[in-house]
């Protein structure tokens, strides 16, 4: 079995974790809500400050701070439901039952935890986004240098805390043990895990790109019939658009979720098999 069809099988068994566990479901569209709410919330204060900031060094660091906060928040709403998907998959993985209630209850006693997790996030993105303000003020190729290395920096931070919300779960572990322990697991499966992680985002940007070419044409047609039609089908392309997001995110927290099981106890998570999971891990010579 090649690394890409080993991959799809793995994406179909996941899809078989989540149609048995449909309360996983609820944790993503619990997080866009709440998302949504807060920047709700925060709407009004965003103009204000925007309509009375002075390009002064004063209101600069004020922004960089409304950023952090802002950043703070959204990354604390979705470490603590993806900590409540990967408790609930770690549960059907045990053959334990993992109800919405307990599942919050165990979200609320890691609390602390969640939060200077989130303090890390929002510090990383807070850096990331002074350095694009630095890449937006510098030309040439300081420029382009910057975006590069910023990117690659990205990528390696977005690689090496895969598997840190199933180090939050199972050992409640301190943000930088976290980081630690997901690079370790990372270390044994990093043959097929980074493989994984592409062609899972690769299947999902397979259906958002079919829903494009075919849900573009709908729309543009729905404007020409009337606006009414026009909006109904923007909002229904919309909805896919964010299903198919939904449904990815919870996938890859499940396989990461059985394959950090895999790598600390060598115990095989139903349904994968034991073949499955041990072809993904690769040992170096």
Known sequence: MGVLSRSWEITKLTFSVMKKEKELFIFPVLSVIFSIAFFVAIL???????????????????????????????????????????????????????????TIKFALSKIHIIFFWSLLSATVGLIFKIIE??????????????????????????????????GLVYHS???????????????KTWGESL????????????????????G????ITGFFVSFVV?????VVFNIYILSVILVFSVANQIFN?????YAESGAVPSPYSNELLRNAFKIRK
């Open 195 to 214: 493989i994984r992680y592409l062609s899972v985002n690769l299947i999902s940007f397979v259906f958002i790109f079919v829903g494009t070419i075919l």
């Open 257 to 261: 979720t059985a394959l950090y099981i």
């Open 216 to 219: 573009v044409p709908i729309i």
């Open 44 to 102: 009004f204060p965003t103009i204000i400050l925007e309509l009375i900031s002075q390009q002064t060094i004063t209101w600069e660091i004020i922004d960089y701070i409304w950023i952090f906060l802002t950043y703070l928040v959204l990354a604390f709403i979705a470490t603590f439901f993806n900590v409540c998907v990967v408790y609930t998959a770690a549960c059907a993985f045990g053959n334990q039952e993992a109800r919405f209630g307990k």
């Open 230 to 234: 026009g909006i109904l089908a923007a």
């Open 133 to 166: 303000g630095v890449a937006q003020k510098t030309k040439g190729v300081g420029k382009i240098i910057i975006i590069i290395t910023s990117s690659l920096f990205k990528m390696a931070w977005g690689i090496s805390t895969i598997f840190v919300i199933p």
């Open 173 to 187: 572990l301190s943000p930088f043990a976290a980081i630690k322990k997901s690079v370790e697991v990372l270390r």
